[in-house]
């Protein structure tokens, strides 16, 4: 009697556990499911776009984005970035962090920066044109509500060293500045991640942008996170596109895992992401004129001409006019009586933002951070610069290297969008391959667990 009461209730047991392993395994097969559920109710076949409709702030679409880069955008930043005027950047490489100290923690040698000798860089770059202090227009301080889209079709003067009162590094700072060839320092992983990393990130978004709900933000809220997200999306993207594989082989290539996690699992980053593009293009076809006529002079003359031509090239292209005549509004913002002072607070916390690169524990993680935030700034100085009647006769002044940003910012943004619109599918198949091996191995699984207990 007592050994049937024994194994009554080792029997009885058995069948808890059983139970218990059986919701668990339902469990993981319903959150596998859901996952797979998702990814499959994107589509994400091939030829099949993942976004339409209107790029959310923006006045072109997904398509008509994608098919404009394509055809006509990323060929000509392509060779852009490439000539010498816009291969060379200047920036401060030793900034000590206004945060917290540095704490160097990039693992690989892919980290560093290699910078160039003074023999290499152009010798137009070494002699900057000044302005007396009377011909400098300070724009921070004296903002404007009404926003002029439109630019002295006589803007370009000469390349200044005037300050952006949207960034922090002080330009004028010659004895700091280093050249860098960016062609030979490609934006890349470099191994810098973990706390270090997340704390730039942290800080960008907890400490410059809105505190409260989105939904309560106000417009130009919204476009300075959609900016900072957008960029960080790009980031993601660059990383993703050319990731080291396998340290010990130094082997190259594709992360569409990373792609996926980082970024298209998030339809509002993709959305950022587009909406960045759109902002930064805007600023270059408002800027047309002064573009078109700025000096590209690196004392190689057939090159000079060449960069004249792309430049031209991209700037009056007939394709991108007609289908995406204005990519982004900016008449609309910085309306009402509040309008002056907003624009103030969001321009220091975008400076802060500006600062903040200057924490980056990794050099060459640091260099593209401060080139694509100096790009942004730009971008944002463009589209508002102070206009209306206090700033008759005045026109925009741009720097060298301001131009070499904005540009080069462009073209990272347009190889983040060619490559999300190019491998997106590719990333959610294999995440959806995954979702669908992983929910097999759980049937698996229970398979055994049942005829183990049906075998005691």
């Known amino acids: 009697m007592v050994k049937k009461e024994i194994k009554k209730k080792g029997?009885?047991?058995?069948?808890?556990?059983?139970?218990?392993?059986?919701?668990?395994?339902?469990?993981?097969?319903?959150?596998?499911?859901?996952?797979?559920?998702?990814?499959?109710?994107?589509?994400s076949s091939r030829g099949t776009p993942k976004y339409s409709g209107m790029v959310e702030g923006c006045g072109c679409d997904y398509q008509t984005v994608d098919h404009l880069n394509e055809e006509v955008l990323s060929p000509s930043l392509q060779e852009l970035v490439k000539t010498p005027f816009f291969r060379y950047f200047k920036a401060k490489l030793w900034c000590d962090c206004p945060f917290w100290p540095d704490d160097g923690m990039c693992k690989l040698r892919d980290c560093s920066v290699c910078e160039c000798p003074e023999s290499e860089f152009p010798e137009t770059?070494?002699?900057?044109?000044?302005?007396?202090k009377n011909d400098l227009v300070c724009q921070e301080g004296k903002p404007q509500a009404a926003v002029d889209r439109t630019l002295d079709s006589?803007?370009?003067?000469?390349?200044?060293?005037?300050?952006?009162?949207?960034?922090?590094?002080?330009?004028?700072?010659?004895?700091?500045?280093?050249?860098?060839?960016?062609?030979?320092?490609?934006?890349?992983?470099?191994?810098?991640?973990?706390?270090?990393?997340?704390?730039?990130w942290d800080a960008?978004?907890?400490?410059?942008?809105?505190?409260?709900?989105?939904?309560?933000?106000?417009?130009?809220?919204?476009?300075?996170?959609?900016?900072?997200?957008?960029?960080?999306?790009?980031?993601?993207?660059?990383?993703?596109?050319?990731?080291?594989?396998d340290e010990a082989k130094n082997l190259w290539g594709q992360n569409l895992?990373?792609?996926?996690?980082?970024?298209?699992?998030?339809?509002?980053?993709?959305?950022?992401?587009?909406f960045t593009f759109l902002f930064v293009l805007r600023a270059v076809t408002k800027a047309a004129d002064y573009l078109e006529q700025a000096e590209y002079d690196t004392g190689n003359s057939i090159e000079d001409l060449k960069t004249q031509s792309l430049i031209k090239q991209l700037l009056y292209n007939p394709k991108l006019q007609a289908a995406c005549p204005v990519p982004f509004?900016?008449?609309?913002?910085?309306?009402?009586?509040?309008?002056?002072?907003?624009?103030?607070?969001?321009?220091?916390?975008?400076?802060?933002?500006?600062?903040?690169?200057?924490?980056?524990?990794?050099e060459k993680c640091r260099l593209w951070g401060k080139l694509q935030v100096h790009g942004l700034g730009t971008a944002l100085k463009i589209l508002f610069s102070d206009d209306g009647?206090?700033?008759?006769?005045?026109?925009?002044?741009?720097?060298?290297?301001?131009?070499?940003?904005?540009?080069?910012?462009?073209?990272?943004?347009?190889?983040?969008?060619?490559?999300?619109?190019k491998m997106g599918p590719a990333a959610e198949r294999i995440i959806e391959g995954h979702?669908?091996?992983?929910?097999?191995?759980?049937?698996?699984?229970?398979?055994?667990?049942?005829?183990y207990v049906l075998r005691t």
């Open 435 to 451: 979702s669908f091996s992983y929910k097999k191995t759980l049937i698996r699984s229970w398979k055994r667990i049942q005829s």
């Open 11 to 43: 029997y009885g047991s058995r069948w808890i556990w059983m139970v218990f392993a059986l919701i668990a395994v339902f469990i993981a097969i319903a959150m596998s499911s859901k996952t797979s559920q998702n990814i499959a109710s994107c589509p």
């Open 154 to 200: 006589k803007a370009f003067r000469g390349w200044t060293e005037i300050d952006n009162p949207w960034t922090n590094d002080d330009e004028t700072d010659n004895g700091e500045m280093t050249y860098v060839n960016l062609q030979l320092n490609p934006e890349r992983y470099t191994g810098f991640s973990g706390p270090s990393a997340r704390r730039i």
């Open 125 to 132: 770059f070494k002699k900057p044109n000044r302005l007396s």
């Open 204 to 245: 960008v978004y907890s400490e410059n942008c809105p505190k409260y709900p989105f939904q309560e933000s106000c417009q130009e809220e919204k476009v300075l996170y959609k900016l900072i997200s957008g960029l960080h999306s790009s980031i993601s993207v660059h990383i993703a596109a050319e990731y080291l594989l």
């Open 257 to 274: 895992t990373l792609l996926y996690d980082r970024v298209l699992q998030y339809p509002d980053r993709v959305s950022n992401l587009y």
């Open 389 to 421: 009647q206090q700033n008759l006769g005045q026109t925009l002044q741009l720097q060298r290297n301001e131009v070499i940003g904005l540009m080069n910012l462009l073209n990272r943004l347009s190889e983040s969008v060619e490559f999300v619109r």
């Open 329 to 362: 509004d900016e008449a609309k913002l910085w309306k009402g009586q509040s309008g002056p002072e907003l624009k103030q607070n969001i321009q220091q916390q975008f400076r802060n933002v500006s600062a903040l690169m200057d924490c980056i524990g990794c």
